[in-house]
């Protein structure tokens, strides 16, 4: 696996609101045939950055108004270690599903969460790896809403964590969507 930062400049690369476009300049950077299987998150962090994870190299000059990038294999955190952890996410959930016997898993219609259910929501999400212990956010836009989430966990189980982090979190993953950052806390 792969975890790039990619530098852009923010007048020649595609605008931050055109995620399904950024999406497939993504995607062909780091494989260009559509049929593969190949896993791939991103975000865009600010007007500036792109992180790619991915489970080859990107070719990130192929990603309109990249100049520079530096890749790296993603991090590890132990049990036990507390951690900062990021994400990019549009929270939905599913409305309106019947419990019929004959369904093993009714369906429902996804909608947007509400903000008074975030918290809940990135608990649910990351139980089993983290143990959230601060958690904040900020609205990006879009449709649905996208949110900048932030804050600070407990790793209960590193394995998780890292699958966690290469499958992604929630809806939209993409999109740049559901990419989940972590990074060790400085001690105090």
Not at 112 to 129: D, P, R, V
Not at 166 to 175: F, V
Request: proline share 8%; hydrophobic share 35%; net charge neutral.
């Amino acid at each position: 696996m792969y975890l790039a930062r990619i530098s852009l400049n923010p007048k020649r690369s595609t605008p931050m609101d055109q995620w399904a476009s950024m999406g497939r300049s993504v995607r062909e950077a780091v494989d260009p045939d559509p049929d593969s299987d190949a896993r791939v998150l991103w975000a865009r962090v600010s007007p500036t950055t792109l992180v790619v994870s991915s489970d080859t190299a990107p070719a990130w000059g192929k990603i309109p108004g990249a100049y520079a990038a530096t890749m790296q294999p993603p991090p590890r955190h132990t049990e036990g270690e507390t951690i900062r952890w990021e994400l990019i996410a549009a929270p939905t959930g599913q409305r309106g599903a019947d419990a019929d016997a004959d369904e093993p898993r009714p369906r429902g219609k996804r909608v947007a969460l509400e903000e008074s259910e975030f918290q809940e929501w990135i608990e649910a999400k990351t139980a089993g790896a983290l143990r959230v212990t601060s958690a904040r956010w900020k609205r990006l836009g879009g449709r649905p809403a996208r949110y900048h989430f932030t804050g600070q966990a407990v790793v209960e189980d590193s394995e998780a964590l890292q699958e966690l982090c290469l499958g992604g979190i929630g809806a939209g993953r993409s999109t740049g969507a559901g990419l989940l950052l972590t990074s060790t806390a400085p001690t105090v």
